[in-house]
């Protein structure tokens, strides 16, 4: 890849890690297997590339951007503060560790000079960057999601619904693939009774959400999303505010919607988008003859990037980091919700939360997006923390699990830096909230969710001494170079 160099790579499986380098073609005198520190800077002065299995062995080489995906909580956890303590930025692909402690991460990053940022290719740096491009513009964001990883494929000549390779006989579905005149609400009841063989809620969908709203200060309209089922032209009215025939109490919220639709229809393959006001009915019903999706009471309309490319894009988000100092997040996200643990079944005291499986999860264990606070023995304990730990006490059906109903080691990897973390970070946006509070007046005050610094939407801003939240810098040519909103910064023609 242009630009880019991989010659340190860090696995506990150092066999597997020199098979993929050989099936790259890379001789096998030019690798070395690395048992300490010094052997790994002799392999690196001798131009070799370094394999070990301890990132403690490599991390004080004098390369650019370390990416963590090991998607481990606590070993994740240890790659990144170690990486970030040498010196180095963190490309953190590991949304497991960022629930928990990647705000933190990103303060201490900040102190030292370099950045910890989500990566592009992965749903929330996609779309922390489509909210900004969109903040940019001053449009009227009303709500903002994603597509769920895999679709929703109804067949017609055989009623199978069928998502991620499983199929199941859903002949309700076939009078539910046209809206009609139903109302949204009903509509998508609908569908997911149609579809109750499925499941319709995943906690990785939850996390990415979260990290969003930590990064942008969106919020939600219910701790377990709607997560619709819907065809794409119908997402602008599904995400719109009941007053207009949407799902949504409030606006400014995040969701999930699972695309339905036939085997020849197009998808939005995983990708991202925004739903926006239309304030202007000509403009808009101009656009919708170019194709855009504005939805029947012409209120709305979604603006979307249909890709989700995983690793394959992350080369922007590493070249930002390493040129630039800059993450593909925001620039200090804060901590304003947290991504907490409920049982489903009752769990017994002795019961371990081991987690597992291609998406991390913890079985009989769902995820709720609660607001953020700093940890105590009462508090419902963040999803990622409480993995692999031991219940000290049963949960009930339905309950929260919290902090008192594990065996935690107050000195491990996560637990330290949550611990450090919620000082940086939920105190820090506590008192942001505290002082918000106190520069209102009587009849103003009310609830403000705390936002993360220096995030907040173009259109709403009050410019204290008329200076805008906004950066513009032009090279010698006049092309745009730079453009900094609400703590995400847009280079070049990278995004």
């Not at 048992?35 to 070990?52: D, I, M």
């Not at 611990?419 to 520069?439: C, P, W």
Request: net charge negative; aromatic share 4%.
């Amino acid at each position: 890849m242009p630009l880019i160099n991989v010659r340190v790579l860090v696995d506990r499986d150092c066999d597997k890690t020199i098979a993929l380098l050989g099936h790259l073609n890379v001789p096998c005198r030019d690798i070395a297997i690395c048992t300490s520190a010094k052997e790994a800077w002799t392999a690196w002065l001798a131009g070799q590339y370094v394999v070990s299995d301890d990132v403690a062995h490599v991390v004080d080489l004098p390369f650019s951007v370390l990416i963590e995906a090991t998607g481990h909580p606590e070993a994740g956890a240890r790659h990144a503060r170690l990486a970030v303590e040498a010196g180095h930025h963190v490309a953190l692909v590991s949304k497991e560790v960022d629930s928990v402690v990647g705000a933190g991460l990103a303060h201490e990053a900040n102190a030292r000079g370099v950045v910890v940022t989500p990566v592009d290719g992965d749903q929330p740096s996609l779309l922390i960057g489509l909210i900004t491009w969109a903040q940019i513009l001053g449009l009227d964001i009303i709500s903002a999601g994603k597509s769920s990883e895999y679709d929703f494929v109804f067949d017609a000549a055989t009623n199978i619904l069928s998502c991620n390779g499983i199929g199941h006989h859903c002949p309700d579905m076939a009078k539910l693939m046209d809206a009609e005149d139903r109302p949204m609400a009903d509509l998508a009841a609908a569908r997911s009774a149609a579809a109750s063989a499925f499941r319709q809620r995943a906690v990785p969908d939850l996390c990415e959400m979260g990290l969003v709203a930590n990064a942008t200060g969106f919020g939600f309209d219910r701790p377990d999303l709607h997560a619709p089922i819907a065809r794409i032209p119908e997402v602008p009215a599904m995400f719109e505010t009941v007053d207009n025939g949407g799902l949504f109490s409030t606006g400014k919220v995040l969701d999930v919607f699972h695309c339905l639709r036939r085997p020849d229809e197009v998808s939005l393959a995983g990708g991202v988008f925004v739903i926006v006001r239309c304030h202007d009915a000509e403009v808009w019903d101009m656009l919708a003859e170019k194709g855009h999706i504005v939805n029947a009471q012409g209120s709305a309309a979604m603006l979307s990037i249909p890709r989700h490319l995983l690793g394959l894009e992350a080369a922007t988000t590493i070249l930002d980091a390493a040129l630039l100092k800059e993450s593909s997040g925001a620039s200090i996200p804060m901590q304003s919700v947290e991504l907490v643990a409920r049982a489903t079944a009752e769990l017994p005291a002795g019961h371990v939360l081991e987690m597992g499986g291609h998406h991390h999860t913890i079985e009989n264990v769902e995820a709720d997006l609660l607001d953020a606070e700093p940890l105590s023995g009462s508090s419902p304990a963040p999803f990622y923390l409480a993995a692999n730990k031991r219940l000290c006490r049963t949960v009930a059906a339905g309950a929260h699990i919290l902090m008192d109903d594990l065996e935690t080691d107050e000195n491990s990897e996560l637990c330290s830096l949550r611990r450090k973390h919620d000082q940086t970070v939920i105190k820090r946006a506590e008192q942001q909230e505290e002082r918000a509070m106190k520069s209102r007046g009587p009849a103003e005050t009310g609830h403000i969710p705390a936002q993360p610094m220096v995030r907040q939407t173009v259109a709403e801003l009050a410019y204290p001494g008329g200076k805008k939240d906004e950066e513009v810098c032009s090279d010698t040519g006049g092309n745009l170079e730079r453009v900094t909103c609400h703590g995400r910064r847009l280079s070049g023609q990278n995004h």
